[in-house]
């Protein structure tokens, strides 16, 4: 098992660049999450670490040995692909014993070790049949049998519940955390599903565009986005964004929304101009007290909570609170923001402005 | 009343076989009447009605192996009484066999210069579609319409070129100069063809045994192979089958030592008057060796072996 360190990574494909300039750390026995919207490059940048792309520049790192141009088969690791790519002229047992074939293992010391595995996976009873006839879940655990048989430095997996219907999907997900917790493998995990990546995954990477939005652990990056894209992508549903036109001194911990007086955690930059407020719905009350005022717009009943959408002079906001609230439509209404738990945007690149709250966590990202 | 898409009332089921069927009876019945011809004898192969039933007789392809001449009293007493069977069927017909004819030749020709430009034409074409289908080829698109166009031309505007580029490499007339003729007509359809089928294996294939430790070109050959089993036995059926029917090039490039079957077949109506039965024996023979390839590989022609190992 094995630290993977991506350094300076860059793809391009023709005039097209995948990845801009990737740089993050894979700690030993990390499951690992590359998130992102399609096209972002968190593919690419799996299959780079990988070997089945090589990187135009840039190092990558397995093990402590730079392995960034080196082929696929030389790197020791093992894929997981989104549609399994189950060798379809060979079983089951074909499948799994593939990549110690390649080793030249002799045949006993394969056939034990695909038992084994079999065992793990629950699937000892499918080993003489077809991989034609599988179901999702099985053929599923198939692909893992032949990335866990060969004891690699890591798991790479691209989407790999992308292809299960939605009850396999949850069992799977389980399967596969139960899976890496009792190996202790490194694991990386490339899904445009942020529920999945915030469930799964010990550290996330986001990408957008080729670039690296923010890279930390799931919590920091929900609680503390380091661009609007992040706040935006992560959280169902998103972080609620109000422009407007205002300042923030260094050190001040209040901005002006309007007539509103809004707090927000002590600031470290300054910055004026065009901003934008960032806050979750969960963190939003209704408060008829309150100086921000709303019109209520519309209510999504989600059964110990609802979602309730209220149109104010910045845009629409969603407040997530307990069912039990009495709400009305068309109402005016006031909001309460938690002081502690907002985000200020600049509007020219999206980016966080730093916060005592948040300095942590962009201090590194 | 039920009224289905997808399933077919009995009515109509009924039509479409009748039409099928009528369609297979247009299909054979000048297979089957070749056939027959071959084992009439002269008379029966030219009477007037046609004969539907008649008496079975070798003489057409007696008189395809072998040469003869007509016989005069001295020859028959020289040559006493008939030794075997065929010399029984030649007597009959007032001849004397001098010896073997050229069709055994003729059709060994043809196997090795069919099967063999089809061989070639398979390892070449499975390796250029495969490098298209993969790899970034400069200019792919061109290379590939340039390819087709060779096509594109009738065989006959290229063949006086040909026979000169022939005449000076010393390939006028030899199997190695039709091999590689056929394969160079035959690659551009191949190409064509098996990129077709190569481009529908996913490449995930591929790159799984590069992960699991293979190089390129095992998983090539391993994992790439198989699965196009069914794209190549069916291009490898229409190259033997252009290669092995082909005409004008065999009668224009060929006349000794390499001449196939086709522009010798009609050789044997000029030997000794109209011998329909051995020409439709000529022929009949000849299309056995097409008829077996494409039964063998039949299985592989029907079966999807792909179906259901990735998800789409």
């Not at chain 1, 149109?311 to 039990?324: D, F, I, L, W």
């Not at chain 2, 095992?218 to 699965?227: D, I, M």
């Not at chain 2, 196009?228 to 090039?249: D, K, M, P, R, V």
């Not at chain 2, 097409?290 to 190992?309: D, E, N, Q, S």
């Amino acid at each position: 098992m094995a630290q993977i360190r991506i350094e300076n990574v860059r793809k391009e494909f023709g005039s097209f660049t995948a990845v801009q300039s990737s740089t993050f750390t894979i700690e030993d026995g990390e499951f690992f999450m590359l998130l992102g919207p399609s096209g972002c490059g968190k593919t690419t940048t799996l299959r780079m670490m990988a070997g089945l792309e090589l990187p135009t520049s840039g190092q990558i790192y397995i093990d402590g040995e730079e392995v960034g141009q080196k082929p696929a088969s030389q790197r020791d690791i093992a894929f997981v692909f989104q549609m399994f790519a189950l060798y379809p002229h060979m079983n089951v047992r074909g499948n799994i014993s593939y990549p110690l074939k390649s080793q030249g293992m002799p045949s006993a010391q394969v056939k034990a070790k695909v038992a084994e595995v079999a065992e793990i996976l629950g699937i000892s009873d499918i080993l003489d049949r077809p991989v034609g006839g599988l179901s999702g879940g099985d053929r599923q655990r198939v692909a893992l049998g032949r990335a866990i048989v060969r004891d690699p430095k890591a798991f790479f997996m691209d989407e790999p519940l992308g292809a299960l219907d939605a009850e396999f999907r949850e069992r799977m997900s389980e399967e596969l955390r139960a899976l890496h917790d009792r190996m202790n493998a490194t694991t990386v995990y490339v899904t445009h599903d942020q529920l999945e990546a915030m469930q799964m995954g010990d550290k996330i990477v986001v990408m957008n565009h080729g670039v690296v939005e923010q890279f930390g652990v799931p919590q920091d990056i929900y609680d503390w986005p380091a661009t609007r894209f992040v706040a935006q992508f992560i959280g169902s549903p998103p972080m609620n964004f109000l422009d407007f036109e205002g300042m923030i001194g260094a050190g001040q911990d209040e901005v002006r929304l309007g007539d509103a007086t809004i707090g927000v955690p002590r600031s470290v930059d300054g910055r004026a101009g065009k901003l934008t407020l960032g806050v979750r719905p969960e963190h939003v009350r209704l408060d008829d007290s309150a100086a921000y005022r709303g019109r209520v717009l519309a209510t999504e009943y989600l059964g110990t909570t609802q979602i309730v959408t209220l149109e104010t002079a910045h845009g629409a906001v969603k407040v997530r609170v307990p069912s039990s609230d009495p709400v009305t439509l068309g109402a005016t209404t006031g909001l309460r923001f938690d002081a502690r738990t907002i985000t200020l945007f600049e509007n020219d690149h999206g980016r966080a402005l730093t916060s005592e709250a948040n300095r942590r966590v962009l201090g590194h990202g | 009343m039920s009224f289905s898409v997808t399933e077919a009332s009995g009515r109509t089921k009924w039509i479409a076989g009748i039409l099928v069927v009528g369609y297979a009876l247009i299909t054979i019945a000048p297979l089957v009447w070749i056939i027959a011809t071959g084992f009439k004898s002269g008379p029966d192969s030219i009477a007037y009605p046609p004969k539907v039933v008649f008496e079975p007789s070798l003489e057409g392809y007696v008189n395809l192996f072998t040469d003869r001449t007509r016989a005069t009293e001295d020859m028959l007493e020289e040559a006493g009484p008939p030794e075997t069977w065929y010399d029984q069927i030649a007597r009959d017909q007032g001849t004397i066999i001098t010896g073997p004819s050229r069709y055994g030749e003729r059709f060994l020709n043809s196997v090795i210069i069919g099967f063999g430009s089809t061989a070639l034409c398979m390892l070449l074409g499975t390796a250029a579609a495969y490098a298209f289908s993969r790899f970034r080829v400069p200019l792919k698109d061109d290379l590939m319409f340039f390819i087709l166009s060779t096509r594109m031309m009738p065989p006959i505007a290229v063949a006086i070129p040909i026979f000169l580029m022939f005449r000076q490499l010393g390939l006028n007339d030899t199997h190695l100069g039709m091999i590689l003729l056929y394969t160079a007509v035959n690659l551009s359809l191949s190409v064509w063809l098996l990129k077709g089928f190569i481009d529908e294996i996913p490449v995930e294939y591929e790159e799984a045994a590069l992960i699991d430790g293979y190089t390129r070109f095992q998983a090539f050959y391993k994992v790439v192979l198989p699965q196009a089993a069914t794209g190549i036995a069916s291009t490898a059926i229409f190259c033997l089958i252009f290669a092995w029917n082909e005409y004008a090039f065999a009668v224009l490039l060929t006349s000794g030592t390499a001449q196939t079957a086709p522009p010798f077949i009609p050789t044997i109506i000029g030997t000794s008057g109209k011998d329909w039965p051995a020409v439709a024996a000529g022929a009949t023979l000849f299309l056995v060796p097409v008829m077996v390839f494409t039964i063998l590989l039949r299985k592989h022609l029907l079966r999807g072996i792909t179906f259901g190992a990735v998800r789409k």
